[in-house]
């Protein structure tokens, strides 16, 4: 089962704050974030393990609720640069492969 | 440091070819996994190599196969293609595999 992501799609102004969620229906090893921009491969961002909260940029940071098997991403005071489709890629417990979600198509417009 | 390598960049197969693509692992990664990603979809896990050996598989059919080589690097391969095989595939690396994974730009495979 494919994880969910909400929004589908979002448009923000340069400077705005976005948020993107990210659901599971199964218990959950580690939750990891990607941007993909277009015609270029995912760039991982940052992993999020049971247990635990990691901050992987400046102004992009996660969370992990383990109990509702849910991750967020923040993004602060976006720029240009973070245009691009947001996947969250979650991990099963006794599962090695990573299960990619819906993603989120954000676009930062001036 | 060089980043995760994957070659060819682009592909053009016709139905019923056999395809070979190629990765190279980020330096210091001993973990390969593949990737499918049709047109406007995330990634499908096709499967992952660690110490030579398939680790895990995802939903995919016997034409999909691999292999990893002793300096970590590994190959995908596809028999029999099929138009519905046409898409981005990436290699992901990464230092074990329960680490965070790195991409390599892909190879865009065109079934014809």
């Known amino acids: 089962q494919q994880p969910v992501q909400s929004p589908q799609a979002v448009i923000l102004r340069e400077g705005e704050d976005a948020v993107i969620n990210c659901s599971s229906s199964?218990?959950?090893?580690?939750v990891h974030w990607y941007r993909q921009k277009h015609g270029e491969a995912p760039v991982f961002l940052m992993i999020?393990?049971?247990?635990?909260e990691q901050k992987g940029h400046d102004k992009i940071s996660a969370s992990f609720n383990e109990k509702k098997q849910q991750s967020s991403l923040y993004l602060t005071a976006s720029q240009l640069s973070y245009s691009g489709t947001y996947f969250c890629?979650?991990?099963?417990?006794?599962?090695?492969?990573?299960?990619f979600g819906t993603g989120t198509r954000l676009t930062i417009i001036p | 440091d060089a980043g995760v390598t994957q070659s060819p960049t682009h592909l053009i197969k016709t139905r019923g070819q056999q395809v070979t693509l190629r990765c190279s692992p980020k330096?210091?990664?001993?973990?390969v996994s593949w990737y499918q990603q049709a047109l406007g979809q995330g990634p499908q896990f096709i499967f992952q190599y660690y110490e030579e050996e398939e680790r895990q598989r995802g939903n995919f059919p016997d034409r999909f196969s691999g292999h990893q080589f002793p300096n970590y690097s590994s190959e995908l391969n596809v028999n029999a293609l099929l138009l519905g095989d046409s898409a981005l595939y990436l290699c992901a690396s990464s230092r074990g595999p329960d680490y965070e994974q790195y991409f390599g730009p892909g190879t865009r495979l065109t079934v014809t």
């Open positions: 890629a979650t991990r099963d417990f006794g599962n090695e492969k990573l299960t």
């Open positions: 330096s210091g990664h001993d973990t």
């Open positions: 999020l393990l049971k247990g635990g």
């Open positions: 199964k218990a959950l090893y580690s």
